[in-house]
């Protein structure tokens, strides 16, 4: 299947002149999934937005890097310096938690949900965890939730939501859920949506839902700096060897430049 490169924000689905609204799972998956397209428009003058549903405090670390994410006041403390460092380093204008003011429903205390964890169902395919705790994003209440992004829509006032696919990349439980919170603020908010997933023929394509292409276009920044210095911000969780990403679980895949983009 061939699919048609995007050449301008214009094509993108909804007003993008008006904003770009990012809801990723955790922590690095603003470089890993919607790295390219966040490049792209900082390429091109859009504005940039991100909202995380968690702070990643479950996460694996690269050896050798634990004394570093002691010093720093753990690992959730530690991924959140090494985020506000990937956006610097993608443009994103502005970074948001969700369950935490301004992404929380009015009248409600601030709510932090953590990371579900995974496990690996096969190679290039995760499923739900079995220690999923009872503050994970997975077990916490959809529809507050879908709420809390709400009201960060109608702050920012975004002309394109834009979040994982169907499949979470690669199976994720928590990206899945955040693709169920962007498809529901999306008709809630009446704000257009798309969902961002590899490109296919990548080494992860794959993993995703094989109709997720249907209707995509292709996302191509014209320079892969801005990808290549988020990704080391993320150095309690990866790690660069010349063209390849190694995860922290030794894992390797090629860096990521092209993503598949398809509207909602």
């Known amino acids: 299947m061939t699919v048609p490169p995007l050449t301008s924000p214009a094509q993108l689905p909804g007003d993008p002149s008006r904003g770009v609204l990012v ?77 935490t003011p301004p992404a929380r429903a009015a009248g409600l205390p601030p709510r932090a949900d953590s990371d579900s964890v995974m496990r690996w169902l096969r190679p290039g395919l995760a499923g739900p965890a079995a220690d999923v705790t009872a503050d994970a994003l997975t077990a ?11 009201a960060l829509i109608e702050l920012l006032r975004p002309g394109l939501l834009v979040g994982d696919d169907e499949a979470g990349g690669y199976g994720h439980p928590d990206h899945r859920r955040c693709h169920r919170l962007l498809r529901a603020a999306s ?25 997720g292409h249907s209707g ?25 060897d010349g063209n390849e990403v190694v995860h922290s679980g030794g894992q390797r895949e090629p860096i990521t430049t092209t993503a598949a983009l398809r509207p909602l």
């Open 216 to 240: 995509s276009v292709l996302v191509t920044p014209d320079d892969d700096g801005a990808i290549r210095a988020a990704l080391r911000a993320h150095a309690s969780q990866l790690t660069l």
């Open 23 to 99: 809801l990723n799972a955790h922590p690095d998956d603003e470089t890993l999934s919607s790295g390219p397209l966040i490049a792209w428009l900082g390429e091109r003058g859009v504005a940039v937005s991100l909202v995380t549903a968690t702070r990643g405090e479950r996460g694996e670390i690269v050896t050798g890097h634990a004394d570093a994410v002691a010093a720093s006041g753990g690992l959730r403390a530690h991924r959140q310096h090494e985020l506000d460092l990937a956006c610097a380093a993608l443009g994103i204008r502005r970074r948001f938690v969700l369950g």
């Open 187 to 211: 008709a809630h908010s009446g704000v257009a949506a798309a969902a961002v997933g590899p490109a296919p023929g990548s080494a992860v394509a794959g993993t995703s839902d094989t109709s």
């Open 140 to 150: 916490g209440d959809e529809d507050e939730q879908v709420a809390d992004l709400l």
